[in-house]
């Protein structure tokens, strides 16, 4: 049977703790780089076809299609992505975090070779689609092995770190979109579009190397690989006290939770003791929340922006743009020194009040502009400041928090099923951003930012009262942070009974010694 197994599933199966060579911060950085490669994709993907779309050698080769079907191009992406969010939540569970960012990336080279071979739109819609899948993938498992391997004390840092991985890819996008613009041939799209491929080579070459999750693997009985992963992520030996503790802990979540239910998509719906239902719609506003706020239609259509609601010449936009999200790039450092001393929530509401803030400065500027009142070169300048201001406030708020929160409140035996719902909102919600953007700078103008700003507005109350703080937990004491009392009494049942089979060990030790003392005596004498 055994020999009959695909040799990457075999690679996989046969190897949880990753690469045997690596131990230790070596072998957590190397799952940091394979969610940062994960989260660049995603952002170079954002980037990727805002820069060339409108460009003659695009539209040369598909014969000029109208401007709306061009948007479908675009948002068609987040469809396929919402798609692979969903899809992977039936069978992510069955094969681990591993095989299925692996199988996300396998899904996603298909879809760019598709997409930088084709001629006919219908091939480029196919790829566009396909990618989608494969991203949705990616981007709904990727936080969930960042979250279960990471030190709890840091697990916001690491998180920010690849969000500004995520910018780096966009930056990566823009510029070389930008930089490839000046030249009038296919290669001005076909490059750039293959070249995704590199990140996804990257990604299923780590696959390999990082290891397992050793939740999942304790959530499957696979008790040993599950004590080797804890031992090679800390480099200790697996009877370490840490390790053993650890691993306990690990195991008293997966009973506790097994005793709310089995994993099934009911237990989302059920009033259990681990308040599941509430976690799964905290987990999903978040991701809605990040998207609906409006940093979609800037990171999209900035180059749009630049042009229609600002007034800039074409090759002014697209430059401005490289420099927005290269702004963006530096200021998602920023949070890296705040996520994990001063939490997730006050970052979010600062990040959402900010945001909503510019959004209604902007609706004022873009009024003057497209009025053409006295003040309307200032008004340029200022509204090009607020973009930068805006893009700022997301990536210290809801960027960095938007992708670690849902990944620590979901319970264990459902935070796959729970990931891949919240990822596919993020997902439609970002479809329904990028569709509605372009009709409504053309219809509506300057009041497009008003929706923004009341979409920013709304969200406040709903994180002030309803979110809870994740700063320096353990995912294990995540789910005590929202048990009531029947489960938080099971919990204190199963520690107490853990101290008495401690006790009663340290007791046969205690004896064994005294007996092996007194053999060695009596054998001297």
């Known amino acids: 049977?055994?020999?009959?197994?695909?040799?990457?599933?075999?690679?996989?199966?046969?190897?949880?703790?990753?690469?045997?060579?690596?131990?230790?911060?070596?072998?957590?950085?190397?799952?940091?780089?394979?969610?940062?490669?994960?989260?660049?994709?995603?952002?170079?993907?954002?980037?990727?076809?805002?820069?060339?779309?409108?460009?003659?050698?695009?539209?040369?080769?598909?014969?000029?299609?109208?401007?709306?079907?061009?948007?479908?191009?675009?948002?068609?992406?987040?469809?396929?992505?919402?798609?692979?969010?969903?899809?992977?939540?039936?069978?992510?569970?069955?094969?681990?975090?591993?095989?299925?960012?692996?199988?996300?990336?396998?899904?996603?080279?298909?879809?760019?070779?598709?997409?930088?071979?084709?001629?006919?739109?219908?091939?480029?819609?196919?790829?566009?689609?396909?990618?989608?899948?494969?991203?949705?993938?990616?981007?709904?498992?990727?936080?969930?092995?960042?979250?279960?391997?990471?030190?709890?004390?840091?697990?916001?840092?690491?998180?920010?770190?690849?969000?500004?991985?995520?910018?780096?890819?966009?930056?990566?996008?823009?510029?070389?979109?930008?930089?490839?613009?000046?030249?009038?041939?296919?290669?001005?799209?076909?490059?750039?579009?293959?070249f995704q491929i590199v990140y996804l080579l990257a990604i299923i070459c780590l696959t390999v190397m990082v290891p397992e999750s050793p939740r999942w693997l304790t959530a499957h009985d696979m008790h040993d690989d599950a004590v080797s992963v804890l031992a090679a992520l800390t480099n200790r030996e697996v009877d370490d006290p840490d390790v053993v503790q650890q691993y306990e802990e690990i195991v008293e979540t997966v009973i506790m939770e097994s005793a709310e239910g089995s994993g099934s998509w009911s237990d989302f719906y059920k009033s259990d003791g681990l308040q599941s239902c509430r976690r799964l719609w905290t987990a999903i506003a978040v991701q809605v929340f990040q998207q609906l706020g409006g940093i979609n239609a800037i990171i999209y259509y900035a180059t749009t922006l630049f042009q229609q609601s600002i007034g800039f010449s074409p090759k002014m936009a697209g430059l401005m743009s490289g420099f927005l999200q290269t702004w963006m790039f530096i200021a998602s450092f920023i949070p890296w020194f705040l996520i994990d001393r001063f939490g997730r929530k006050p970052l979010i509401l600062g990040g959402i009040f900010v945001e909503g803030a510019v959004m209604a400065v902007q609706t004022a500027l873009t009024y003057q502009i497209q009025h053409r009142t006295g003040i309307e070169h200032s008004a340029a300048i200022g509204s090009a400041v607020m973009l930068f201001l805006f893009e700022g406030a997301f990536t210290v708020g809801m960027q960095s928090t938007g992708w670690v929160y849902p990944s620590e409140i979901l319970p264990l035996r459902l935070r796959a099923k729970g990931s891949a719902i919240s990822t596919a909102a993020n997902w439609i919600s970002n479809f329904i951003v990028v569709q509605i953007t372009p009709p409504a700078i053309e219809n509506i103008g300057y009041r497009t930012y008003i929706i923004f700003a009341t979409f920013n507005a709304s969200f406040l109350p709903i994180v002030w009262f309803w979110f809870k703080e994740t700063k320096g937990l353990s995912l294990e004491d995540v789910d005590l942070l929202f048990a009531d009392e029947q489960a938080l009494e099971m919990y204190r049942v199963m520690v107490d009974r853990e101290l008495s089979d401690q006790e009663e060990q340290n007791k046969d030790d205690e004896v064994e010694y005294f007996e092996q003392a007194s053999s060695s005596s009596r054998a001297v004498f």
């Not at 094969?95 to 480029?124: F, P």
């Open 1 to 194: 049977m055994d020999g009959q197994r695909i040799f990457l599933l075999r690679l996989y199966s046969d190897h949880p703790s990753g690469s045997k060579r690596i131990r230790g911060s070596w072998l957590l950085y190397a799952t940091i780089l394979l969610s940062c490669f994960g989260f660049s994709l995603v952002g170079y993907d954002n980037g990727l076809m805002g820069g060339f779309i409108n460009g003659r050698p695009f539209n040369r080769v598909f014969n000029y299609p109208h401007p709306s079907l061009l948007g479908t191009v675009v948002a068609i992406y987040e469809v396929g992505g919402c798609v692979g969010a969903i899809g992977i939540s039936f069978i992510g569970d069955r094969i681990g975090r591993r095989q299925s960012i692996a199988l996300g990336a396998i899904v996603m080279i298909i879809g760019a070779i598709l997409q930088a071979s084709a001629y006919q739109l219908a091939q480029m819609f196919l790829g566009r689609i396909i990618s989608g899948v494969g991203i949705g993938i990616i981007n709904s498992t990727v936080p969930i092995l960042q979250a279960e391997v990471s030190p709890k004390a840091t697990r916001g840092l690491y998180v920010a770190m690849y969000c500004s991985t995520l910018n780096l890819g966009i930056v990566t996008a823009y510029w070389l979109d930008f930089g490839l613009s000046y030249v009038d041939s296919e290669i001005a799209w076909r490059f750039p579009t293959a």
